[in-house]
C-alpha cells in the first residue's frame, strides 16, 4: 500500500496533534515495514513549519519525503493545486492530520484525523484566525474526506452532531498513546526544579491557554495555601499558547507568584522526570479530544486528578479523582485531602500504571491500518454539491 502521510506538526516544538501523527507513523512503519510511505513536511495551508523534516526525520527503507516548502506561500500555491493528486504520486491513502483537508482528490482516499471541536464549542478558546483556518479544515473534511478517524469516542459523537451528513460507519476512532515508549527512564531534573524535592510538588502540563484551565487551577492552589495546605509549588509546564498574556499578573493578585514556577517548554526527557516526581499531576482541562497528559502521567505512575468532562473520563476510567473543572473550591478541598493522604496517593499511583497499560501504539497502528485497507477495498465517496461547491472555491 502506498501511504501519504502529513507530518507537517510533528517538528521540534510539537504539542498534541504532532505527538499523535508522530508517533503513529512510526508505529505503523515499525508493525508494517513493506507499504511505501510518503510524509508530507508541508501539508496544506493553515499550519506551516519552514524547519521541517529538518528537525525530526524518519527513516525507513521505504519511506520517502514529499517537497519541502521554504515560504508558506509556494506551500499554498502547491498543495491547492488542481493536479495535487497526480504530483503527490497518486498515493492509496492520503492521511490529513493537521485540520486542513484537500478537496480535489479523486482517486485516493482521503483519511482525516479529528482531534477536537473545542474552537466550535467556545469562541473564547483560540483566536480569530486559527478558529476560522480549523473549522474550514474540518467542514473540508466533511465533504471531501472518506473515512474520519477520531481520537475518542467524545470526539466522534461531536462531530456526528456537528456534521449530521457524513456517514457515521466511517467515522472510527484509534486512541492516541504515549509518545513514551521506556516506562523505566528517569528522565532528567529541570534547572528550573533544583530547589525542588522530589514527590513535594503539584504539576499541571499543558498549553498556557484559556481551555486548559489554568486560571481556575491558580484560584483552587491558592484556596488550597488559603486553607493550611502543605507549601508544595505548583509548577505549570507548557508553553504559551493565546489569549493569557496576563497570567503572571493573575497570580500577582492571587497572592501566590512567588508559588508558582512556569516552566515553559520543556523537553521530553524534563518532562518524564516531572511525570515521575511530582506529588499528583492536576489537569483542569474544560474541553479534550483526548488529554494526552493525563494517559503520560499515569504511564509514570503520577497520581492523578482531573475534570470530569468531555473525553478525559475515557482515558482516567477509574484510576483518578475526577472533578468539575468549574469549581475551583472542590479541586483545593481535593488537593488538601489528597496531600494529608499518602495511602490514598500510592493507591492512585499504581492504579494509574495499570490504567495507563490499556493504551498501545502497536494496537493503534495495526487499527489505523486496517482503516486504511478498509477505505482502499471500499467505494470512495461520491461528490456531494457542498463538496463541488467547495472545490470551486
Known amino acids: ?79 491547492n493545486d488542481a493536479k495535487l493528486e497526480k504530483v503527490l504520486g497518486q498515493p492509496d491513502v492520503l492521511h490529513c492530520n493537521n485540520f486542513w483537508t484537500p478537496v480535489q482528490i479523486t482517486s485516493s482516499r482521503v483519511i482525516y484525523t479529528l482531534y ?44 456526528l452532531k456537528v456534521f449530521p451528513h457524513f456517514p457515521s460507519e466511517r467515522v472510527r ?38 481551555r486548559k484551565n489554568q486560571r481556575l487551577l491558580a484560584e483552587a492552589y491558592a484556596r488550597y495555601l488559603e486553607a493550611g495546605g502543605r507549601s508544595m509549588p505548583l509548577v505549570l509546564a507548557g508553553g504559551k499558547g493565546w489569549r493569557m498574556e496576563n497570567f503572571p499578573d ?42 494526552l497528559p493525563v494517559l503520560e502521567g499515569m504511564q509514570f505512575g503520577a497520581p492523578t486528578m482531573s475534570s470530569n468532562t468531555t473525553s478525559i473520563p475515557e482515558v482516567t476510567g477509574a484510576a483518578a479523582i475526577l472533578i468539575s473543572p468549574h469549581d475551583s473550591e472542590a479541586w483545593a478541598q ?29 494496537r493503534s497502528a495495526t487499527s489505523m491500518l486496517a482503516i486504511y485497507q478498509e477505505a482502499v477495498n471500499s467505494t470512495k465517496r461520491a461528490p456531494t454539491a457542498a463538496m463541488r461547491a467547495t472545490r470551486e472555491i
Not at 523537553?267 to 474544560?286: F, G, H, K, P, Q
Request: with cysteine; hydrophobic share 40%; net charge neutral.
Open 116 to 159: 477536537d471541536l473545542g474552537f466550535v464549542t467556545n469562541a473564547d478558546w483560540s483566536t480569530e484566525a486559527n478558529r476560522v483556518g480549523c473549522f474550514d479544515g474540518i467542514f473540508r473534511s466533511s465533504v471531501a474526506a472518506d473515512w474520519v478517524v477520531a481520537i475518542s469516542d467524545y470526539s466522534r459523537a461531536h462531530y
Open 250 to 291: 493573575y497570580l500577582a493578585k492571587l497572592g501566590i507568584l512567588d508559588h508558582v514556577k512556569l516552566l515553559g517548554y520543556v523537553t521530553d526527557d524534563e518532562m518524564i522526570w516531572l511525570y515521575r516526581n511530582c506529588y499528583a499531576n492536576l489537569y483542569s482541562s474544560v474541553f479534550e479530544g483526548f488529554g
Open 334 to 362: 481535593k488537593m488538601l485531602d489528597l496531600s494529608l493522604d499518602a495511602e490514598k496517593r500510592r493507591i492512585l499511583g499504581a492504579s494509574a500504571r495499570e490504567r495507563a497499560q490499556r493504551f498501545n501504539w502497536g
Open 1 to 79: 500500500m502506498h501511504i501519504g502521510f502529513d507530518i507537517s506538526q510533528t517538528g521540534s516544538q510539537k504539542a498534541g496533534c504532532g505527538y499523535y501523527a508522530a508517533a503513529l507513523i512510526r508505529a505503523m512503519m515499525e508493525v508494517a515495514p513493506q507499504n511505501r510511505y510518503s510524509l508530507f513536511p508541508s501539508f496544506g495551508d493553515f499550519f506551516f513549519d519552514a524547519k521541517m523534516p529538518i528537525m525530526n526525520p524518519y527513516r525507513g527503507a521505504q519511506v520517502h519525503y514529499g517537497p519541502r516548502h521554504l515560504t508558506r506561500e509556494s506551500a499554498r500555491n502547491f498543495w
Open 173 to 210: 476512532v484509534v486512541y492516541p498513546c504515549s509518545r513514551f515508549t521506556d516506562t523505566t527512564r528517569q528522565g532528567t531534573r529541570p534547572a528550573a526544579m533544583k530547589d525542588c524535592q522530589e514527590s513535594d510538588f503539584w504539576l499541571s502540563v499543558g498549553t498556557i491557554e484559556p
